[in-house]
């Protein structure tokens, strides 16, 4: 909305502001700036002046005029002229030698076409009165000679540009802007909608409304004997292009006019072109208009439209027919405003992709009240500056409308706003705003609100919360009842929200609210970021990959028909044709991060993830059920959209590749192996207090002969260990890249509780060597935990670190070295109890494992 602070002024006694002091009251209003923009500043020494006399040159491209023009000097000034619109005797603006023009466009004497030009006569877009003109501006007969230009006709002036939002439909117009001013400076307020139409004496054109629906209120207004050209006033010119719309004509001109300022859309129709009784309804199947633009459209039968007994004649709202068209033969006019319904309009607007400046209003909302005063004021304009006769009489076809009424407790705006505002100053914000107040007795039971619609409703969720706090408060209850022109309060929060903006956004205190009691963080919360840091401190870099997954991704890790992981969650509307699946396992998101970053030149990669996976139960509905949004959902209707939906568990991912261990001048460095991925498992399970017992395992996508399954006790949580070759080469991996998949929410479960730090003993360590032979085949993990039960409590900690295979310990057996280490947090150790516990264990191996000590 572009507001020309000209004509602002005329609706509210500005006090000696500038433009950026009243932007900045209207910004803190609630009302936008998106530019001030400066007119006719920068313009000087332009002054009236009369064509005494011209002479016309031949010779040239196009027709010249050589003209004497009296400017209130000793002497005429000669100046050449390219525009043929004027005779002798016009007055018209001329630009003096020495004059500025807009954009810094400086006159100066000079020959031209073989005469001299002492100056130049001016058109409204030199002047910068309009973006074009087609020849020079002629005033008035009568207009001053030698009166300067910028005061005669007003062209110094500043265009505040407002972003009106959705809210506020009234803010565009200079009615609703200049209500905000008046408010803003405490200043007075002068409503351009105060006029004294007659009183109705008998109906005008005849008129009816088929759908109460689609509009409440239609105001027929007639004009005969209009002069279809007469020009619009200079004035009306200029207001219009300052204000963003093109002068048309003066029926046109003067219908814009009038809806910039009150905020009404009207319509002018050719009396001569209309046809029977006008009828407001919705379309018929098959209706076509062809509206002002030429084009030809074919209606829906949710639009509402403006029609006689010829048919349609307007997209009532939106924008006439062409067919009824004000022409340059038009001399009988029927005005037309009405309030049309905000959400038709809206939808029919974009339905036909078809935006104008009255839908713009109607779909925001307009005053109700406003048709009968609008359409008399562009009555009078049109009568007055067209010398048309206003008809008696007025058409007024009218539904009766409930008002909205709203109770609010008086200190409901202070308690949304968490500040304290008096009674007095909620009255008063309230009626600046246009609101009727009046005292109600104090609240003890239900409060009773306005609706959208206009009618009352009781019970209503957020009035109850007020009416309960009315109980605490004791706060006395206020009847409101909003002005037409604002259809956007509906409810005490609306009222709330415009007593703090006018109390000022900027006087809320700032108070950090007060932290709720609690434990912080949850354990499972805790346990995932222990996990992250536990992970990152061991090497590995944390992505996130998207949860999206496809059949590809499935085939590619080389899953059998049966497996589990195959039955995925289908999204109705995937971002990817290719991944229209949640994803059953980590895995194929690490991999394909692997892949892009080997691909771009990092070959040695450790990666992770922790996230959710999505695993459907064939005994669960696959479509959970679709509920309205009209109430809140019941129990029953909660634990079905429950029971569809999947089991979500937290599981963490990691992929290895390349080199774990570095190279560099120090020496070689490390290949990551199987071995890297069981141990990223171990430090996973560390976190949540769990020991993982390692399997020899048979899984996809891992290898056969280098899978380990991962378990808690007897619980399996995950797999780890090299992938298949062919999953390799289905991704593109480098050789031999490892990966470990462990479920979380399982350790979760399995956890002890909260980590306790252990007890550290002042008593010297005791370390003890033993050798094993074992079979070949032998898992080495049973052996180290039938050495850790044997050795008892005093074992601290045991390590293998040699494996030895050879003709020493015979073909089919293998040597195990482990370091057993023994501390007491009481004493000392001595050698004997360190060899007694060492015995028992390698015991108990023996009778586990049949091992034999090396060398015995």
């Known amino acids: 909305m572009k507001v020309p602070l000209s004509w602002l002024r005329e609706y509210v006694d500005l006090p000696a502001v500038t433009a950026h002091e009243i932007a900045e009251k209207l910004t803190a209003a609630g009302l936008k700036l998106e530019s001030v923009t400066s007119y006719g500043h920068d313009i000087k020494n332009v002054v009236v002046g009369e064509v005494i006399s011209f ?25 050449v002229c390219g525009a043929t619109n004027f005779e002798a005797g016009d007055r018209v603006p001329v630009a003096l030698p020495g004059a500025v023009l807009p954009g810094g466009f400086e006159i100066a004497s000079r020959k031209t076409y073989g005469r001299l030009s002492d100056g130049m006569i001016c058109s409204e877009a030199e002047l910068g009165m309009a973006d074009s003109s087609p020849g020079i501006l002629v005033l008035p007969a009568g207009t001053p000679i030698g009166a300067d230009v910028v005061e005669l006709l007003g062209l110094r002036d500043d265009v505040l540009e407002l972003e009106i939002t959705p809210d506020i439909g009234y803010a565009l117009s200079i009615r609703g802007v200049a209500r905000e001013a008046a408010t803003a400076f405490d200043s007075a307020f002068i409503d351009p909608a105060d006029v004294s139409p007659p009183a109705a004496s008998a109906p005008s054109y005849p008129a009816s409304i088929a759908d109460p629906s689609a509009c409440d209120r239609f105001v027929l207004r007639e004009i005969r004997g209009f002069d279809p050209s007469a020009p619009s006033p200079l004035w009306m010119r200029a207001r219009l292009s300052r204000a963003g719309m093109r002068p048309v004509s003066l029926a046109v001109d003067v219908t ?37 633009d030429h084009v030809v459209r074919k209606l829906h039968p949710d639009d509402i439209l403006i029609t006689d007994g010829s048919g349609a004649i307007s997209m009532a709202g939106t924008m006439g027919g062409l067919h009824t068209e004000i022409s340059d033969t038009s001399t009988d006019i029927v005005i037309e405003a009405a309030h049309f319904s905000a959400s038709g309009t809206a939808r029919m607007s974009r339905r036909h992709n078809l935006v104008s400046e009255a839908s713009k209003r109607f779909e925001r909302g307009v005053d109700r009240e406003l048709p009968l005063y609008a359409s008399w004021r562009a009555a009078e304009l049109l009568a007055e500056l067209g010398g048309g006769t206003i008809q008696p009489g007025v058409t007024h076809a009218e539904v009766e409308v409930e008002p909205v009424h709203i109770a609010v407790p008086s200190g409901y705006p202070g308690r949304v706003a968490g500040t304290a505002y008096d009674r007095e100053t909620v009255i008063r914000r309230l009626e600046q705003v246009g609101c009727t107040v009046e005292s109600s007795a104090t609240a003890t039971g239900s409060v009773t609100s306005g609706t959208a619609g206009g009618t009352a409703a009781t019970g209503d969720p957020a009035s109850a919360g007020i009416a309960a706090k009315l109980a605490v408060t004791g706060d006395d209850m206020l009847a409101v009842t909003p002005p037409s022109w604002r259809p956007d309060l509906t409810d005490p929060n609306d009222l709330a929200e415009e007593v703090i903006r006018l109390e000022g956004y900027e006087n809320l205190p700032s108070i950090l609210p007060a932290a709720p009691a609690g434990a912080g963080l949850s354990e499972s919360q805790r346990l995932r970021r222990r996990v992250g840091r536990a992970l990152a401190a061991a090497g590995y870099v944390e992505i996130l990959a998207y949860p999206f997954t496809g059949e590809h991704d499935l085939d590619n890790l080389q899953l059998p028909a049966d497996d589990a992981r195959r039955v995925a969650v289908r999204l109705a509307n995937p971002l990817s044709e290719d991944e229209p699946l949640m994803r059953t396992t980590l895995l194929p998101g690490l991999l394909k991060t692997l892949v892009r970053n080997v691909g771009r030149g990092f070959g040695d990669v450790a990666l992770f993830e922790a996230g959710l996976v999505y695993r459907p139960s064939s005994d669960v509905p696959s479509v959970a059920p679709v509920l309205g949004v009209d109430r809140r959902p019941s129990p029953e209707e909660l634990a079905s959209i429950e029971s569809a939906l999947p089991a979500q568990p937290l599981r963490v991912g990691v992929v290895l590749a390349g080199e774990f261990e570095p190279s560099g001048w120090w020496g070689k460095g490390r290949p990551a192996g199987w071995a890297d991925a069981v141990e990223a498992a171990r430090v996973v399970a560390a976190e949540a207090g769990v020991a993982l017992e390692v399997r020899a395992d048979r899984h996809e996508p891992w290898h056969p002969g280098r899978c380990a399954a991962l378990y808690a006790g007897d619980v399996l949580v995950g797999h780890a260990g090299e992938l298949h070759p062919r999953v390799v080469e289905a991704y593109g991996l480098p050789p031999r890249t490892c990966a470990m998949e462990l479920e979380l929410t399982r350790l979760e479960s399995l956890a002890a509780g909260s980590p306790q730090a252990p007890a550290i003993s002042a008593y010297p360590v005791a370390s003890q060597d033993v050798a094993l032979i074992v079979d070949a085949a032998t898992p080495v993990a049973a052996v180290e935990a039938a050495l850790r039960e044997g050795a008892g409590p005093l074992l601290e900690s045991i390590r293998l670190f040699d494996v ?6 015979g073909e089919g057996g293998k040597s195990l070295a482990y370091s057993l280490r023994f501390r007491a947090s009481d004493r000392t150790l001595t050698v004997e109890e360190t060899t007694a516990a060492r015995d028992a264990a390698v015991v108990l191996a023996g009778e586990r494992t049949g091992a034999r000590q090396r060398g015995a």
């Open 804 to 809: 030895y295979t050879g003709a020493q310990v």
């Open 256 to 292: 814009n006019y009038v809806m910039l300022e009150m905020g009404q859309p009207l319509h002018a129709f050719d009396a001569a072109k209309l046809t029977g009784e006008i009828v407001v309804r919705r379309a018929e199947p098959d209706e076509t208009l062809e509206t002002l």
């Open 55 to 79: 002479e016309t040159l031949e010779g040239f491209k196009k027709p010249i005029r050589h003209c004497q023009v009296e400017v209130g000097e000793a002497a005429p000034r000669e100046i």
